[in-house]
């Protein structure tokens, strides 16, 4: 298993950077990692919303994220499985004295037999999650406070 939790510390209000966040179709905005993102299901955010990113890690491939919980303004989980691999991507926004925090907890498990490469997933998540980190300081117009 591999994790990458990163805060960041931005003055927008915590109703507009959730609403940033949980539009899912923003990621490929911050993400570099992310060429593209559409919703393929559901009106709008909300549990059972489905986004299609298209991810560039090796190669080129796409990934169908659901959301499985949503809490407005202050909680979304979004779960994604493939052959290969199971990603949970959970944003908490909370408020804080000068506007709000970010917090990006992002975690990948190989599954099955693969899993027994989870070291090297780990290190090279570390870099991936850094320069998604410095992205969504740049959308938020924020800074990161933690990695």
Same mark, same amino acid.
């Given at each position: 298993?591999a994790?990458?939790?990163?805060?960041?510390?931005?003055?927008?209000?915590a109703?507009?950077?959730f609403?940033?966040?949980?539009?899912?179709?923003?990621?490929?905005e911050w993400?570099?990692?992310?060429?593209?993102? =559409? @919703? +393929?299901?559901?009106?709008?955010? $909300?549990?059972?919303? &489905? /986004? *299609?990113? !298209?991810?560039?890690?090796? #190669?080129?491939?796409?990934?169908?994220?659901?959301?499985?919980?949503?809490?407005?303004?202050?909680?979304?989980?979004?779960?994604?499985?493939?052959l290969?691999l199971?990603?949970?991507?959970? =944003? @908490? +926004?909370?408020?804080?004295?000068? $506007?709000?925090?970010? &917090? /990006? *907890?992002? !975690?990948?498990?190989?599954n #099955?037999?693969?899993?027994l490469?989870?070291?090297?997933?780990?290190?090279?998540?570390?870099?991936i999650?850094?320069?998604?980190?410095?992205?969504?300081?740049?959308?938020l117009?924020?800074?990161v406070?933690?990695?």
């Open positions: 298993m994790r990458y939790v990163t805060s960041v510390a931005t003055p927008k209000s109703a507009e950077a609403a940033y966040m949980a539009d899912v179709t923003h990621f490929a993400d570099p990692g992310v060429k593209r993102a =559409v @919703r +393929v299901a559901g009106g709008g955010p $909300g549990v059972g919303a &489905t /986004y *299609d990113l !298209t991810v560039q890690a090796g #190669g080129t491939t796409v990934m169908r994220y659901e959301v499985k919980e949503y809490d407005a303004p202050r909680r979304i989980v979004l779960v994604a499985r493939t290969f199971t990603s949970v991507d959970e =944003v @908490r +926004v909370e408020e804080a004295s000068r $506007g709000t925090v970010v &917090t /990006y *907890d992002a !975690t990948l498990t190989l #099955g037999p693969l899993s490469f989870d070291p090297l997933l780990r290190l090279a998540f570390r870099t999650g850094d320069r998604a980190a410095a992205g969504l300081a740049r959308a117009s924020g800074k406070v933690t990695r």
